[in-house]
Every structure is written in C-alpha cells, then in structure tokens.
C-alpha cells in the first residue's frame, strides 16, 4: 500500500552526530518506535498521522552509531493496536530489544503469553487528545489487570493539564506504571507552580510510578542551540528533568524517542540528543540507573 506523509512533519534525521558524551556499556534506548515500512506494514486506518517509514534496521543502525546495546520499542499510534512492525523488529533484534504493545480488550491469553515470548514486557496507554481517539477506561483497567499477573507494566502518555482529572485511574492501575516524557510538563511555568508539583506528588506517593525523562526537543521552548558547535541545548527543561532524576534515581528511564512524530518545527540531531543526559544526570552512578540497572530491571528481569 503507498501511504503519503502528513504535510509539514519534518522526516527523521538520517546523518546524527556522534555524540560527545560516552554512554555506559549496557546502555538502553528505553523510548524509540518504528514505523512500517508502509508497503510491509500498514498504518492502521484509524492513525491521525502517517509517518515516514522508519525501519528496523535504521533503528539498530541508530542504536549501534550512538554507543546503545538495547532498545525499548513502543508503540506508535500510526499503528494503532496492529503491533506486526513492532513485533517484526524484535524478532530480529537478536534479544537486544523489548516492546511495549498496544492491545484491545478482546486480545486473548493465549495472545499475551505468545507477545510475552516475543519480547513484549507492557501496554501503553495513550491519553493525549490529538493522538488517539477516547477508550473507556474500564476497558483499560481490564487489560491492565490481565496483563500484571504477567509481570508487564503500563505506559502512559498525557499531558499535565490533564493529570488532575486522570489521577483516580492512574492511581488505580495495578502494576508498576511508566510516564512518558514526565507526564509533558509546561517547562515556561515554574518548577515550584502547581502543575509540576503534582507530577511530583504522583511518583512521591506512588512507589510503583516511573518516568522517561525524555523529549527535551518535544518540551523545550528555548529549542535547540544555534548551529555553532555548542552541544547544550534545550536548557529549558533540564532542572525539570534533573529534578525527576536526582529524587527518584532508581525510577527513571531515557529514549531518543527516534524517529521523532509529529515534529514540525525541527528535527532533532540523535547524537546532541544523547550529549543532553549528562545535563540531567549529572553523576556515573546516576548516568548508570538510568541508562543501565533501571531499564535492565524493568525489560530484562536483571
Ligand atoms: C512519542 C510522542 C508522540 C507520538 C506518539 O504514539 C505516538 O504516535 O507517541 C507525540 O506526538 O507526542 O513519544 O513518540
């Protein structure tokens, strides 16, 4: 099937720089998709974008040009609940990858156990309006509960606007839960304001909640550093980030987030993508949780 790109998204970067920053051995991309290949892999009808196509193999590449060992692949919404290009990309990864998956309610046990076997460690959940169209959220909470007796976790996405009217059901989920992109922080709004400090509150109070300090690019308003050689962008959203870091040091994790959706304004460079984690975890022992003993814990069993 051809698909044709919605105008005006940037494609991903295909020269990144080698970062600067050298990552630890046994670092994981713990945030990444992939896209089709369309015409292997359809996008599902009910997408509210369509991507360019971003492959398996362009990913490893990726992962292998910044210094990773392993990815988290997870879900894209332009593939709906048809997880093939997901599952296709694990099963080629030669046990160097994880998936999270997005499921319906009539997936069967038997489902779940043969996604178990091919990688899959959890479901996402996506609540950001422009993204996905509403699921009840019984309908979410019978999956999650068919899902934890496996060990898996569920991903959520949301904005922080909207923490507050879903806070009832994320404290509910029954199994450990991973925030992507720090529930999406307002980083022109203060640090101590309202907002942030209940993103806080919620991972203070909720020992099973983690979060991807990930998608500066996506958060930033300041953006990325002029073209002149200096490697300290999206400042913005670094004490958000640190903040997370350095008070719940065993509970995060970090992804490039490759091949970047539904960026318009620029496209960020993987390579100053990776020299932004220094920024925010700014200690080995830090830099070592993060990209290394948490993502093992949670996606390896380690
Ligand atoms: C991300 C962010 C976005 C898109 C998706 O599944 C998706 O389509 O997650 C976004 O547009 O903010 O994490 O990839």
Redesign the pocket.
Known sequence: MEFTKTPGWLDWYTGPSKPAFALPPGAVDA?C?VFGPGAQFPFAPERK?TPCDASKDQLFALRDHLGFERNVI?????HGADNSALLDALRHAEGKARGVVTVKRSVTDQQLQDLNATGVRGVRF?F?KR?VDFTPKDELMEIAARIAPLGWHVVI?FEAVDLPELWDFFTALPTTVVV??MGRPDVSKPIDGPEFKLFLKYMREHPNVWSKVS?PE?LSVTGPPALDGQRNAYQDVVPFARRIVETFPDRVLWGT?WPH??LKNHMPDDGLLVDFIPHIAVTPELQRKLLVDNPARLYWGA
């Open positions: 945030h998709h974008y997870v879900q894209a919404t332009c996506n950001v993204l996405y992507d992109h998608c996506r987030d959706p539904n």
